[in-house]
């Protein structure tokens, strides 16, 4: 009977621990305080704690793939993206879904050599845009004020801007405006359009997945999203934690940057998250309002041939 007990005992011992569901997960672009919550999340165990093996990838910053081409050949999971770039996607066939909307506010924003004080003072000019995207609500506000500009293509940086090679540039007010904050001593306010102010505060960052992996894995992906929004409320309450945290990630890519900007970093992603309507950061979905009105801009300016439910995308 001792035996039998003793035999018990050791299988007990070494059963294999219940297996963690892993999934392969990739920001939108190379390592930074702008997805500071999910690396708390992986950090503090939020992820192991819902029984997650989440593995964080990130691009180089040479890179001009794109995450929704890493999603599609099944190399990840889940990305982040922007609900812009998402519905052009969709337009493509490529079905995604939004799992959770971090960003409320747009940040995104034009910084010229000279004061602007209308849209038309942009006419004509030289404005850097991202290679690899990003810059459609650009396009929009300018279908919707007539504005001709030469796009000037860039991959990283704020070299174009601060040579005079361009007379404007795109900037996010996370990122390249920070940077070019810090480069020049200030940017006044004089010399920025924030589109947002002019009718197009679209959604920026979410959390997406394709339609099949979201119906198939439903559970996984909700998983993933409780524990990445605990990630975010940790990084809000402590802040210099998640920022070591961060910089840790950031230094394992050999990213080029430092301590003060990824802080200003931070505080600007954490702004952006609080919803206008409760002046709270609450994660609130996409409103049907700002959706619908996004898909007729992109569907009046070519974008979008067919329409797109709300109920298709937003989960």
Known sequence: MRKISLALLLCFFFLPARAQEVIYFMPQWTPQTQFAGYYVALEKGFYAEEGLEVVIDHFGGSSTESVIDKLVHRQEDIITTQLVTALLAREKGIKLVNVLQTSQVNGLMCVAQFPIESPQDLDGSKI????????????????????????????????????????????YSYSEYLQLVLATGGISPKNVIRFRDYGFDYPEDGLYVTEQYYLKNKDRVDKFVRASRRGWEYAAQHREEALEISMRIISSYNVATN????????DEMLNLQVNPATGVVDFAPVRRDVFASLVAMMREMGY?????????MIR
């Open 128 to 171: 850097g845009r991202w290679k690899v995207g990003f810059g459609e609500v650009c396009d929009m506000f300018c279908y919707k004020n007539g504005l001709e500009v030469q796009w000037i293509p860039y991959i990283h940086g704020i070299n174009l801007f601060v040579s005079g090679a361009v007379d404007a540039l795109l900037c």
């Open 259 to 266: 301590l003060p900007f990824q802080r200003m970093m931070l």
């Open 304 to 312: 979008l041939k067919t329409d797109v439910k709300y109920e298709e």
